[in-house]
Every structure is written in C-alpha cells, then in structure tokens.
C-alpha cells in the first residue's frame, strides 16, 4: 500500500472516530433525560464531563512514548466495546443500581478518556507522513466534519430507524473497525499485533450479536423497570413511548413518567375539560394543546355544540398510535378520528406564533414543566401568544401539576397567567394513580355559574366541581415569581417541590 493511501486511510479513520465520540455523548445525554429528566440539566453535564475527561485524555497521552500505533488500536477496541455497551448497560442497570448517575458519569468520563487519547495518538502517527501544517489542518478538518455528520445522523436516521442501543453498538463496531484497520494499513506484525487482531474479530461477532439483540435488551430493561408488562415500547424524536398493561390497567408512560391510567384517568380528564367548557355552550371551536392520546378530547366531544376540534401535538406517533390501536382507540373512543377533530404535529409554542384562527375555549395539556423546553409552554410569552388565539368571550384551562407536592410551581402558574391579563379559577381533584392535581382556568371576562353538565361522566357531578374550586390550607395560595421565558423559575420550583419525593 502506498503512502498516499496510508495517509488517506489513516485521515478517513479520524473523520469516523470523531463521528463516534459525538455519537456516544449524544447518546449518553439524550438516555439521561429520558430517564432522569430535565434535558438541559443531563446535557450539560453530560457534555461538561465528556470534554474534561477528553482533555484528561489528551494529557494522559505525554506519557504514550512508543508503540503508538498498537496503542491506538488497544484503545479503539476499548472505546467500542465501552461506548458500544454503554446504551444498554444504562438502560438495563437504571432500576437496580441505588447509585445510577456514578455509573452514568463514571461510564461516560471512561469514554471520554479514551476518545481524549485518539487525536494525539494519530497526530503522532501521522507525523512522519504529513508537514506539520498540512498534518494539523487535514486531522482537524475531518475531525469537524466527523462531528457535523453526527450531530446530523443522530435525531434525523439513528434515533427513529436504530433507538439509542442499537446506534451505540453499531458506533462501537466501527470504533473496532477502525482499529483493526489500523493494524492492517500500517502492517503491524508480532504476537501483539495477531492479539489484538483477534480480539477485534471477537468484538465485532459481540458487537454485531448485541446489535442483533438489541429491542430485546431494551424490552427486558423495561420489562424490570415497570411493574406491569409492557405491551408496546417506540423511541421517536421526541420522547420514549411505553405501554404497560396488568389486567384492566393500561398505563402510558413517557421517558419514563406516568402519563395516565385506564383505570383512573376519567376523573382527571372530566375534571379538566368540563368545568370550564361546561359553562360555555355557545363554545363552537375547541383548541387542544398536547394530549396527543385523544383522551381530552373525547371529553371535549361529549358537548354536541362543539362543531369542530384542532389538536396540537408534537409526536405524530403519539397520534398515530392513539388513532389507529384498538386497545388504545376503545379507550379514547374513537376521538382523534372523528370527522370534528383536525390533528396538527407541530410544537405548540411556535404553532401559536403563527396560527390566525380563533377558539372559543382551550385546553393546554401538557407534561408537567420539568425541563427548560417544557416550562417555555408555561411563560408569559407562551400565554401571550395564547391570549391572541382566543376568540372574545373565550376561555383556557392549563394543567398546572400537584398544588399539594409542588404548591409553589402550581401558584407560579396561576400568577404567570394573572400577569397575562387573565382572571384565573383555580382548582384541584383526586387522581388515585398522581394524588392531588390541579388545574387553573383562565379567561378574560367573568364566566357564567356551572349549572349542567353532558351525560355518561362516570366522576363529575355539578355540586362536585364547585367543590373543585376550594382549597384546604395546606394547598392554599402562595406568593411566587412570574415565570418568564428568561428565568424560567417555574422549572426551579418543580425540580426544588418535586425533588423532596424522588426515591
């Protein structure tokens, strides 16, 4: 083999090494927040740790004073088989280890290291075939471009078509790849070298059995996380979708949280939807915000003067899944197909920056603010641009999380909303499977006193939701900040409120 080809391959290998290392910390981040939540928090930290334990790396390589090249090899086998297993380790170990974030940032500073010790090693290896200049420029080059091609792979091909398990073991059989190539470009001969030549072949049969292996590792992981079986299970763009079923209990959890429970999610869906619409029949256009699951807007379609319904969710396999299931479509019966129901798969918050139609009424059914990107739909610019998309006369409700576990974060809700110019009625239920939740409905002009309610509700009474709207003292209202979209302080207090629960 030549020179030139030599240098080609040699440069070729930093251009899917760097692609590798990106894909690892994307990885490993996006699994925290799946798991642990609050995106913003897990990325920065996971990429604070990466880079650090990079530099490590980097500064461990002084001490590499020869047999640079068997070293490099040694350390890809290490990163693939590290970075390789380190999606389904994580998923498979969460529900059993008491210390789960060492052995996320323990695995990750690993990582780290080693893809840390690359850049130098091959930059030594190079040396000798390329000017200093031209040896700097071109590893750099392909390193930068190794990195753009990640950060591009991952939420457009590898999250949707592979998961997170399968794109790392399919990043560490290149990682392998690239070491074995390395042996065979540069000719390296002796037992080290024939070694490592055979554990690469090993590796890779591993590799590719747990790529092969990979929705069952995922599956068993939930298997053990949830109580119940899990009935379906898909990573999309967006979230991790789980189904559980144990007997007449399905459950629909989302990265990890409960979402709802068939057998108690009527009291929180009639208790959102009706004492506010209920109290509008002139009400003709409906506007629901998240909810992807239809089971708001079945309740929304128990009032025959509602002519029409636009539903706003980010996940179209949310919708998707919720329009055309049976088991999921009995539940929510039929909503989201319904000739009244037009679906939208958009974000909200930039949604409402360009919608010109009016509603009359509008439920905003979002996950709880637990992350910077979910407590932006709870700021007085998201309700600001809310406000425009009311019709006069018209009304919203917001799910506003626990006024018992999070007090603070509920009270925000309700003075971000005051601060927007709405009068607000706040109120709360029972949920069996949450416990105290609560609601605010907002609008600016008085609404009329509730006096009917539609037929078939299996919870909600007339005397029973004006006894929503009374608080006990230990739920009362609270002084808060308003939140904005540039302090978020909402987040803060649900992370602050909610934390003194976590196990």
Partial sequence: MSDRSTRLLLLASVFVIATCGLIY??????????????????FSTIIGVYLFAMGVGSWLSRFVGANEALIFVRVQLLIGVLGGCSAAVLFVLFAHVASFR????????????LVGLEIPLLLRILKDRLEFKDLVAQVFTFDYIGALLASLLFPLVLVPGLGLVRSAFLFGALNVAVGWMTLRVLRLH????????????VLLLLLAAGFAAGGRILEWSERSAFEAPVIHARSTPYQRIVLTRHGDDLRLHLNGNLQFSARDEYRYH???????????????????????????????????????????DLDPEMTRLFSTQALLTDLNAGALTSPRVRIANADAFAWLGTNTQRFDFVVVDFPDPSNFSLGKLFTTTFYERLRTALAPGGAVVVQATSPLVARRAFWCVDATLRRCGFQTEPYHVYVPSFGEWGFILASLEPLPELSALPAGLKFLTVEGARDLFRFPPDMDRVPTEVNRLNNQVLVRYFEEEWGRYAP
């Fill in 270 to 312: 009639e208790a959102l939807v009706h004492p506010g619409l209920a109290r509008m029949p002139e009400a003709r256009r409906v506007l629901v915000l998240g909810g992807g699951d239809g089971l708001a807007v079945r309740e929304v379609l128990r009032h025959a003067h509602v002519d029409s319904v636009m539903l706003v």
């Fill in 25 to 42: 910390e994307l990885i490993a981040g996006t699994l925290a927040s799946y798991l642990l939540g609050d995106s913003v928090t897990q």
């Fill in 190 to 201: 002796g037992p080290p070298a024939r070694m490592l030549e055979g554990t690469a072949a």
């Fill in 102 to 113: 060492v052995l996320l940032y323990g695995l990750i500073g690993l990582v780290g290291t």
